[in-house]
């Protein structure tokens, strides 16, 4: 194949959580609230090429597998369903850390059609963290029987990234899914995520830290994610990043916000 690839990983994270990149593979996440279809599609991709174990130090069954598209192999990663990336339970810290840290090629945030609004809320949190998302708007056939009508181009529009209606129980728009994952990994697409704006006191605050913030953490993080979390007061993110970039980095970072 042509197309090049550069992953936005280190492997050594990704060892961190025990994900196999033996092959230098591309590694995508599924996102999304529990029910959404995740789980069929991963069994759809991935069949017989999987395993299922625990997040590393944690109860929290991890599955993972790989599947061809176009000759190239992919590792693909079910995270655990949660309704938002904010830590507020070890499944949601669990998903937010693989997505900061493990860094995969492309996230797929897998939505449910029939709720798409309640469903939009984690897609826009993943989008605040990394611009390699693509949107699956799953149970379209359900949406169908509903008679709800589901605007994809308008979704991309607002949104800035990919978008695409699937049935993952039928395989319907699973091929267009993989050709967008594999424009996301090569760069032949580039998500251009929108940014939820704030309200003006906090796009303020915000606009003070992320300079700090920057200084720290550099292109490892979204620094303005970062900033949002620290002043929501999420200490969860500051053992996180000690954990994965180094106690000195985060005194620096303490003692700056002091
Ligand atoms: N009609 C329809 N049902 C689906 C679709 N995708 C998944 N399901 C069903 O929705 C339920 C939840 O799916 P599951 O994959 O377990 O969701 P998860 O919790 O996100 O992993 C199951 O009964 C699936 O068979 C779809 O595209 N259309
Ligand atoms: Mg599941």
């Not at 809320?121 to 605040?128: F, G």
């Not at 605007?151 to 695409?164: F, M, S, W």
């Not at 006191?201 to 979204?222: F, H, S, T």
């Amino acid at each position: 194949m042509g197309l090049t690839y550069q992953s936005t990983g280190t492997s050594t994270t990704r060892e961190v959580f025990n994900v196999d990149t033996s092959d230098k593979q591309p590694v995508i996440a599924l996102a999304g609230n529990p029910n959404t279809g995740k789980s069929t599609l991963f069994n759809r991709l991935t069949g017989l090429r999987q395993h299922t174990g625990n997040w590393p130090g944690k109860t929290v069954l991890q599955s993972q597998g790989s599947y061809i598209h176009e000759g190239r192999k992919y590792t693909m990663v079910d995270l655990p369903g949660t309704y938002s990336l904010l830590a507020n339970s070890v499944e949601e810290q669990v998903a937010r850390d693989f997505i900061c840290f493990a860094k995969p090629d492309a996230t797929v945030v897998v939505a449910d059609a029939t709720c798409l609004e309640r469903n939009l809320n984690l897609a826009l949190q993943v989008m605040e963290i990394t611009k390699e998302v693509v949107l699956c708007v799953n149970l379209i056939d359900e949406a169908r029987r509903k008679k709800l009508n589901i605007d994809i181009k308008k979704l991309n529009q607002r949104l800035g990234i990919p978008v695409v209606g699937t049935a993952a129980s039928s395989g319907e728009g699973i091929s267009d899914l993989l050709k967008l994952v594999s424009k996301v990994v090569t760069g032949t697409l580039k998500p251009e995520p929108k940014a939820v704006q704030y309200n003006p006191q906090v796009e303020d605050v915000v606009a003070k830290l992320e300079p700090i913030v920057k200084r720290v953490v550099g292109n490892e993080l979204n620094s303005r994610w970062v900033s949002l979390r620290l002043l929501e007061g999420d200490d969860t993110i500051i053992h996180a990043l000690e954990k994965f970039n180094g106690k000195e980095q985060v005194q620096i970072l303490q003692e700056a916000l002091a």
